[in-house]
């Protein structure tokens, strides 16, 4: 009798559809994920884009998830409101909250919960996936993970955890009997994060066992970023996030605006890569010349492939990298622009002080004052030296901490070792 082949079945919010944030997380992983199981599975829970081409012989994409009804239609969610196995956790649910905003929300995602479940269980048959050769994949600690919890035969599974889906900013009710059952029956839970991994370690006592920190890191530059010129007049900052409330890319404005001030004698080039919500109106405060210094110019260059964010790096000499967030998991955004050397202005928030140290960049609190940072990066316009020494910092910082190749190895021998 033939042996099964070993299989990991990866569930994603949109990969290999292009999602700027997602690829950049996901991508780095599937090369390793394929050198190590015989089969490799992707199933996205929505289509977003254009795919990106994947040519590994080993891996399968599986729309099945994001073609459903379901899940692509929230009014076809409606009739599995009261569906039997929804009804019977409602008085769980009921015990958590008591408001209705809340409820409702929760309630959809039991709805969502069950409908993964269901879906997650005639892949398997599909497939003919057997338990003892199988290991279930989440990369977000969300639905699709406390399902898990909820089929036909017991799987081994695994889920990582970043930083919406981790602490309770951005959701309207964390369902806890849901997390909690899912944690008893998930083999491990790797987060992004020492700070995200004590969150839940203290949340969750009694599943803390399997509660570890895992990188994600980024990968090496393809080609080394150039050196700003000692003494130059232009100073440019980078920023790059989804123009989001969470994100206050209106303070990296703010910021640039400051550092203009107090600097006359610079040009302060501030770009941005990202969409938002709040887009429209970071575009017109970027117009209002009158409440601006006349030595800052701004380029928002509204989202890109990675792959375009990587040649700004390559061309631009870049000063700093700024990101400036309320909440954090641990940004890669922050580990590329230290794999170019270019050190970090921060908020101490997340796991962002897990990598930005003071040899690596500045770590401010998340109530600064613009005009803190025209102080705080004075030393380093003087003395060029102390800069370089900064850069220099940043690259080892992330080469010995988060290069992904080294992290996603590792990373893909220890979950293969589970089955």
């Not at 692509?72 to 956790?89: D, G, T």
């Not at 897990?354 to 990066?377: C, H, M, Y």
Request: include cysteine; aromatic fraction near 10%.
């Amino acid at each position: 009798m033939a042996t099964a082949k070993t299989t990991v079945v990866l569930f994603t919010d949109s990969f290999p559809f292009r999602c700027y944030t997602e690829e950049v997380f996901v991508l780095p992983e599937l090369q390793e994920l394929s050198n190590k199981f015989q089969q490799v599975i992707i199933v996205p829970h929505r289509i977003t884009g254009q795919p990106i081409d994947i040519s590994q012989p080993n891996i399968t994409v599986n729309l099945s998830m994001a073609k459903s009804p379901t899940t692509r239609f929230r009014l076809a969610k409606a009739p599995w409101l009261l569906s039997p196995w929804v009804l019977r956790r409602i008085p769980a649910l009921l015990k958590e909250t008591h408001s209705p905003n809340k409820l409702m929300s929760a309630w959809f995602y039991l709805v969502n919960t069950h409908l993964s479940a269901k879906t997650i269980n005639n892949l398997l048959k599909y497939y003919n996936l057997k338990p003892d050769s199988t290991l279930l994949y989440s990369f977000w600690f969300d639905h699709v993970a406390d399902s898990f919890d909820y089929l036909k035969n017991r799987y081994k599974a695994i889920t990582r955890a970043h930083g919406h889906d981790i602490f309770d900013y951005g959701i309207t009710h964390r369902i806890n009997f849901l997390r909690n059952n899912a944690l008893s029956s998930l083999k491990k839970v790797y987060c992004a994060s020492n700070d995200g991994c004590k969150f839940l370690s203290d949340r969750y006592p009694q599943h803390s066992a399997k509660i570890s920190t895992q990188l994600l890191g980024s990968l090496p530059p393809q080609k080394e970023a150039p050196l700003p010129e000692s003494g130059s007049s232009v100073m440019t900052l980078f920023s790059c996030s989804r123009v989001a409330p969470e994100k206050r890319v209106e303070l990296c404005l703010k910021t640039a605006a400051a550092i203009a001030e107090a600097y006359p004698f610079k040009k302060i080039k501030w770009i941005h890569v990202g969409g938002g919500p709040l887009m429209p109106r970071l575009r017109i405060k970027a117009t209002q010349t009158d409440m601006l210094p006349p030595n800052l110019s701004i380029e928002l260059r509204g989202p890109l492939p990675n792959s375009e964010v990587h040649k700004i790096y390559q061309n631009e000499p870049i000063h700093w990298f700024m990101l400036l967030s309320t909440t954090e998991g641990l940004p890669i955004a922050i580990t590329e622009a230290m794999s170019y050397g270019i050190p970090v202005i921060t908020t101490d928030v997340g796991g962002n002080s897990e990598i930005v140290t003071p040899e690596t960049g500045i770590l401010l609190p998340s109530d600064f004052n613009p005009k803190q940072i025209a102080g705080e990066i004075q030393p380093y316009i003087i003395d060029n030296d102390a800069y370089m020494q900064m850069r220099a910092s940043a690259f080892n910082q992330w080469q010995n901490s988060f290069n992904a190749n080294t992290l996603r190895h590792t990373f893909a021998n220890s979950i293969r070792q589970l089955l």
